[in-house]
């Protein structure tokens, strides 16, 4: 059994929440990466900005590139993982919540990153990998 411990990138970039959308966005292009956990001043994770996010509740709402990430950013139930967890039920949580990124929390402090491509480059999880990624490119029922 493999752990995310064993194929989380664990050298993982974040953010504070009181920096900029302009600042995390600059992060994104220059390491290419779709999503920046937020640390508060305590290196606590509060939550998760997406390029999507900067997007859609910055860019699109007229909002100024100075907004603080922590009013764009993914605050509520936050979905991560632990370094313990089985990569199955990873990729089985990333299906169902539908997210190709999982961060990876230990003593409330980020420790990794698991990215849905994490999950397919171990062989024996492709099968795993493939349903999370169908699950996740499927629409979700619009909101009534």
């Known amino acids: 059994m493999t752990h995310l411990r064993e194929i989380m990138t664990s050298n993982v970039l974040t953010v504070n929440e ?8 600059a992060l994104m292009s220059e390491y290419n990466i779709g ?7 305590s290196d606590q994770m509060v939550g998760i900005v997406t390029d999507r996010d900067i997007t859609l509740r910055t860019t699109a709402q007229g909002e100024n590139a100075q907004t603080p990430v ?6 509520q139930q936050i979905v991560q993982g632990t370094p313990d967890m089985d990569v199955h039920q990873a990729a089985n949580l990333m299906a169902q ?3 190709r990124r999982l961060p990876v929390v230990e003593n409330e402090q980020i420790v990794g990153m698991v990215a849905l491509g994490d999950v397919a480059v171990q062989n024996q999880y492709a099968n795993e990998a493939e349903q999370a990624l169908q699950s996740i490119s499927t629409p979700s029922a619009p909101q009534q």
């Open 18 to 25: 009181t920096q900029s959308v302009q600042e995390a966005a």
């Open 35 to 41: 999503a920046i956990p937020v640390i508060n001043n």
């Open 70 to 75: 922590s009013q764009v950013m993914t605050a």
């Open 97 to 99: 919540q539908q997210i």
